[in-house]
């Protein structure tokens, strides 16, 4: 598929059917992630792939929607700031590389004909309990991995002209 096409559609979730996931199509999602770009290329994230059933109750102390653990599978983006690489200034881009990862996610799973959405509002306590990280590990990103059971509603967006600067910050 076109990338302009992908971009386009995909979108977030909400449904999903119980359908497996198929082996080679969960691996095909988690070489793009291993094939993300980070910074100076450290790669300082680790991906949990948690299989939903049995597991419903616990998921739902990690994200209260029940249709985060309607699929098969919950994938996690856990960065790992010790390993990451840092500005001059110190700043750590561990995030940002796990946010880079997780977007391949997104993107090839829809390439694949699944779905995903992507969850920040998780409760990041429950979920060092709940998937027993170790210090200096930090959950930074959930999403459910399955067949979508609904369809895509119209995306909004801003204008290009709201979201661009040329040369300087200019109003």
């Not at 386009?8 to 909400?14: E, I």
């Not at 290329?41 to 049995?54: A, E, I, K, M, Y």
Request: charged share 25%.
């Amino acid at each position: 598929m076109d990338f302009k096409e992908l971009i386009k559609r995909r979108y977030s979730v909400r449904a999903y059917k119980t359908d497996a996931v198929p082996a080679e199509l969960l691996d095909q999602v988690l070489d793009a992630a291993r094939l993300a770009p980070t910074a100076a290329n450290r790669q300082p994230f680790r991906l949990l792939v948690v299989t939903t059933q049995g597991k419903e109750a616990e998921l739902k102390r990690v994200y209260r929607a029940d249709w985060f653990s309607q699929p098969p599978i919950v994938i996690g983006v856990c960065a790992v700031p010790g390993e990451a690489w840092s500005r001059s200034d110190g700043h750590n881009y561990a995030e940002v590389d796990a946010a880079i990862v997780m977007d391949h996610i997104t993107l090839a799973a829809a390439d694949l004909g699944l779905g995903t959405c992507w969850i920040g509002a998780f409760d990041p306590s429950a979920a060092r309990e709940v998937f027993c990280l170790p210090d200096g590990v930090e959950p930074v990103a959930f999403t459910p991995l399955g067949y979508p059971a609904d369809i895509a509603a119209g995306k909004k967006r801003k204008a290009i002209e709201d979201l661009v600067k040329y040369d300087k910050w200019k109003e």
